[in-house]
């Protein structure tokens, strides 16, 4: 029997779950892949077996480590990355996970893979990109001053430009947030609804208020809001206004026209940026040719500075069924072209 070789790693500075995973299936991975057995006791990783894998091994447990280290929840496709970049193993090697293989986009970009992109670290989660196009919202949200993400619901549009915005805040690259929605929902107006203008609302910036929730305490939304740090507001009160150093996010941005849509981009001052997010097949605009998502594509596409993201059904991270159910509504506007109003999305 040849010699067993042992190296070890300390993670007493990094919780133990963000590199292991849940039930330890970060170094189970590993063990599938590699002649190494891992193992854990005071807060010590030690990996055993022939030199060449226990080396291999290591290198990959430190990455890992070292991603930990930055705020990550280390989770499979992290693991299967730095397989493929420690030795071949998920690159066409043994296990042939395809692992590192770079695709390209129908723009002749570089596609990143599922997880990579930045990686946000809040009070109360650690946020990371879920599917490619969402790695590359992320990205694009830090790399440019304009980014409209438009696709269906339930990819993470709004969500992932709130993050980035709360993200920005505490890197004090801006000095506040203001998040916009129009007032605009099919059958109803501010004029209908019941309270004072801030009731009336509300309603239609509740899923502003979610997004903040999920990520920072209630009491810190409460204190940000009294100090103006954070502002929600409906589209009609930006009129008049220059943005300055702040991280400004349009929601649902198929229900401007063209005339507010130019107004919204042109409050941005100096150092502002901006996300403008929307879904172009639910326009509740009486006429949905007239939304200024729609023409806005055309208008600013020659424009190098301001980025397009664009979602598909497979980016959608809600309930499973949110994909079946967005399938079955494009099989029901082909069937029934021009019968339907749109309604019922």
Do not use: C, W
Not at 29 to 35: A, T
Not at 49 to 69: C, F, M, N, Q, S
Not at 208 to 237: C, H, N, S, T, W
């Amino acid at each position: 029997m040849g010699r067993i070789f042992v190296r070890k790693i300390g993670i007493e500075h990094v919780d133990p779950l963000h590199v292991l995973g849940q039930n330890d299936q970060n170094l189970r991975f590993i063990e599938r892949h590699m002649p190494v057995r891992i193992t854990m006791r005071d807060s010590t990783l030690s990996v055993a077996g022939d030199e060449a894998p226990v080396e291999d091994a290591t290198r990959v447990l430190k990455e890992i480590v070292g991603l930990a280290e930055r705020g990550r929840l280390v989770e499979e496709h992290d693991v299967s990355r730095a397989l493929g970049d420690n030795g071949g193993f998920g690159n066409g090697g043994p296990h042939g996970d395809g692992v590192g293989v770079e695709r390209l986009t129908e723009a002749g970009e570089r596609e990143l893979p599922e997880g990579e992109g930045p990686t946000y670290v809040f009070e109360r989660k650690t946020l990371r990109a879920r599917s490619p196009n969402q790695a590359r919202y992320l990205k694009a949200l830090e790399t440019y001053d304009v980014v409209f993400a438009i696709g269906p619901a339930g990819t993470g549009k709004t969500y992932l430009a709130v993050a980035a915005a709360v993200h920005a805040l505490r890197q004090k690259k801006v000095e506040r947030i203001v998040l916009v929605r129009p007032a605009v929902e099919a059958g109803e107006s501010l004029g209908f609804l019941p309270g004072d203008m801030q009731e009336k609302v509300d309603p239609y910036l509740r899923p502003l208020y979610d997004a903040l929730q999920d990520l920072m305490p209630f009491e810190k939304i409460r204190r940000f809001l009294e100090l103006g740090v954070i502002e929600i507001a409906p589209l009609a009160f930006m009129r008049g206004r220059t943005l300055t150093n702040a991280f400004v996010i349009l929601d649902e941005a198929q229900n401007t026209t063209v005339r507010q849509m130019k107004m919204f981009l042109t409050r941005l001052g100096i150092g502002a940026r901006a996300a403008i997010t929307g879904d172009v097949t639910q326009i509740d605009l009486a006429n949905p040719a007239t939304s200024g998502l729609v023409q806005i594509q055309e208008i600013l596409a020659g424009i190098d500075d301001i980025k397009f993201v664009y979602f598909e059904k497979s980016d959608v991270v809600r309930h499973r069924l949110v994909r079946d159910i967005l399938h079955a509504f494009d099989v029901f506007h082909k069937t029934h072209a021009g019968t339907d109003d749109g309604s019922a999305v």
